[in-house]
Structure formats: structure tokens, C-alpha cells
């Protein structure tokens, strides 16, 4: 299952609302896992199931959708926020990833 | 609290082979299913393979299917990446990665990431 990701990069200002979207070649209900990149560290899970949020994550993440269109929603950018961002599919192996989005504080 | 700690990696060349380690501490190692995920500096992520926590099923991606094999001992909490006939689209920044949940059956997502054993395939 192939998950392509947009934007590939985006650049957006502290406070705003960041939407970022992963879609599936063929639907995977609700099997989609998000996770956020700081530079030089490893992945930290962020939300699963589509839209639950993992403890300790941030409030302001959140998580949709379901078979092939889903969305990451960042509310009120954070500094701390630049990252990247990527999807992960659990429905069936080979688990796989997008292509990941590259988030920049302006 | 929960530790991956990847060793093995290094400069090798084209065609030969290279065994990866992942130590395990802070939770029932046996309990849990383990993943390698690579990932080339600078590029995106790449799931490789998993065993289950049982060790009974193990899964692949299609690039490395019968030239790498995943392994665990839970005597030692230790998973290993056996890999062989390597090439230059191997090269990666290699991670272990823990199930969110014990006893997972089927695919998963991961919640624990160690920090990676750096793969360089190079004449």
C-alpha cells in the first residue's frame, strides 16, 4: 500500500493552523499511525487509529479521516513544532510510510 | 524506562554481510514485537522487517526478502538484523522499534525508537 503525503514541506508562522494530508492506494479503514521527526532525533508516535491522540502528546495535534484520505491538523504552531512529519499504514504488511512533510517556522 | 540501543553498523562493501543488534531494557522484552525501520540521512523512513513477540512470525519488505533475516533472543533481550548481499540502496541510518502494545498480533504501529546504527554500503 502506497501513502503519499502533501505537502512535502510547508513553511507557516508560530500560531498558525497547519492541516497535513496522507492518502492511501487503497483503503486501509482506520489503520494509520502519525508520527513527528525533530531534527537528529528518532520518530515519536503522535497519534493512531486515525485520531487518537498518544499520552503526552500536545492537545493541538489531531488526527482524521478514514479508508484512503487522512489529515494531520497542527492548531496554533509551535516553535517546538518544526519537524517532520510522517504517516505509517498498519493495515496489512509491509507496513510502509509517506513520504514525510517538512514543517518550518517562518 | 524503555531503552533500544542499536550496535553493529559500519562501512562495509557490496556483496558482503552484517549482523545488527538491538538491546532491549526497561519492559518485558518478550512481551513485545520488534521492528527494523531505515532510514538514508536526510531522506524518509522505510519499515524492513518485524518478529513478533512470540518470535513465531516474521515479516519483510519486498526490498530485502531473502537476504536479511530478523531474530530475537529473549534470554538476552536482544533482536538482531542478519544482513547479507548488501548494496548501496542499503545504506541507512538502521532503528529498532518497540509495539505500541504488549502482545501485538498482526501489523502495528511503534511507540519506543532507539537512535539508530549507521549502515554504510561502500567500495
Known amino acids: 500500500i502506497q501513502l503519499t503525503q502533501s505537502p512535502s514541506s510547508l513553511s507557516a508562522s508560530v500560531g498558525d493552523r497547519v492541516t497535513i494530508t496522507c492518502r492511501a492506494s487503497?483503503?486501509?479503514?482506520?489503520?494509520l499511525a502519525w508520527y513527528q521527526q525533530i531534527p537528529g532525533k528518532a520518530p515519536t508516535l503522535l497519534i493512531y487509529?486515525?485520531?487518537n491522540l498518544e499520552g503526552g502528546v500536545p492537545s493541538r495535534f489531531s488526527g482524521r479521516g478514514s479508508g484512503t484520505d487522512f489529515t494531520l491538523t497542527i492548531t496554533r504552531l509551535q516553535p517546538e513544532d518544526l519537524a517532520t512529519y510522517y504517516c505509517?499504514?498498519?493495515?496489512?504488511?509491509?507496513?510502509?510510510f509517506g513520504g514525510g512533510t517538512k514543517v518550518e517556522i517562518k | 524506562q524503555v531503552q533500544l540501543v542499536e550496535s553493529g553498523g559500519g562501512v562495509v562493501q557490496p556483496g558482503r554481510s552484517l549482523r545488527l543488534s538491538c538491546e532491549a531494557s526497561?519492559?518485558?522484552?518478550?512481551?513485545?514485537?520488534i521492528h527494523w525501520v531505515r532510514q538514508v540521512p536526510g531522506k524518509g523512513l522505510e519499515w524492513v522487517a518485524v518478529?513478533?513477540?512470540?518470535?513465531?512470525?516474521?515479516y519483510y519488505a519486498d526490498s530485502v526478502k531473502g537476504r536479511f533475516t530478523i531474530s530475537r533472543d529473549n534470554s538476552k533481550n536482544t533482536l538482531y538484523l542478519q544482513m547479507s548481499r548488501l548494496s548501496a540502496e542499503d545504506t541507512g541510518l538502521y532503528h529498532c522499534?518497540?509495539?505500541?502494545?504488549?502482545?501485538?498480533?498482526?501489523?502495528?504501529?511503534?511507540?519506543?525508537w532507539g537512535q539508530g546504527t549507521l549502515v554504510t554500503v561502500s567500495s
Open positions: 522499534a518497540r509495539d505500541r502494545d504488549r502482545m501485538a498480533e498482526g501489523p502495528y504501529y511503534f511507540d519506543d
Open positions: 526497561g519492559f518485558t522484552f518478550s512481551s513485545y514485537g
Open positions: 518478529i513478533w513477540y512470540d518470535g513465531n512470525n516474521k
Open positions: 487503497q483503503g486501509i479503514s482506520r489503520a
Open positions: 487509529d486515525a485520531s
Open positions: 505509517q499504514q498498519f493495515s496489512t504488511y509491509p507496513l510502509t
